[in-house]
């Protein structure tokens, strides 16, 4: 069992249409999910499909998936702000020309495969996500997790507290 008081519960969150080769990432990632949660180091997870994009100011943005999509982009983006870590390369806004109207609009791309971590309901890993020139990934914090260690962010924090 994990050492925390205890375990974490995961989302994870996949896009529905997958460029190349991402389909086998998010199967060996789900497969990995699947031990943790045998092995009780996890509290169980979901998986969450999301689109490529989601334009804030859309018709879609305004529906439930829509804001629960959105909800959470922020929850993530807020972590990131308070742990000093980078979510940019991750959640990138693009301008998109619409054919529809002869206009652009801005949408925010979301990335293939993300995956959030709450123990005890607070937000505690957010992944991918990069602090200076280190990528925490997804399988890094899954690892990480099967070890029995706090997410790469904590055990920063513990070491600069040592005295």
């Known amino acids: ?11 994870l969150y996949v896009r529905s249409l997958l460029p190349d080769g991402a389909s086998e990432r998010q199967e060996a990632v789900i497969d990995q999910l699947d031990r943790l ?5 996890i509290e169980g997870y979901n998986v969450v499909v999301w689109g490529k994009q989601v334009a804030p100011e859309s018709a879609a943005a ?12 922020a ?3 807020q972590w990131a702000l308070s742990n000093n870590v980078s979510l940019e390369s991750f959640y990138q806004t693009t301008t998109v020309e619409s054919e529809v109207t ?8 979301l990335p293939v495969m993300g995956l959030a971590e709450y123990n005890e309901g607070e937000l505690i890993h957010v992944a991918p996500c990069t602090e200076g020139d280190v990528v925490h990934t997804i399988m890094d914090r899954l ?3 099967e ?4 997410p790469a962010l904590d055990q920063r924090a513990a070491d600069v507290s040592v005295v």
């Open 102 to 109: 002869d206009g652009a609009y801005d949408a925010m791309v």
């Open 147 to 150: 070890d029995g260690e706090p």
């Open 62 to 73: 305004n529906t439930e998936e829509g804001r629960y999509v959105l909800n959470r982009v």
């Open 37 to 41: 949660d045998r092995e009780d180091e």
């Open 1 to 11: 069992m994990n050492d925390q008081s205890t375990a974490p519960r995961l989302e």
């Open 75 to 77: 929850e993530f983006k």
């Open 143 to 145: 690892e990480r997790i």
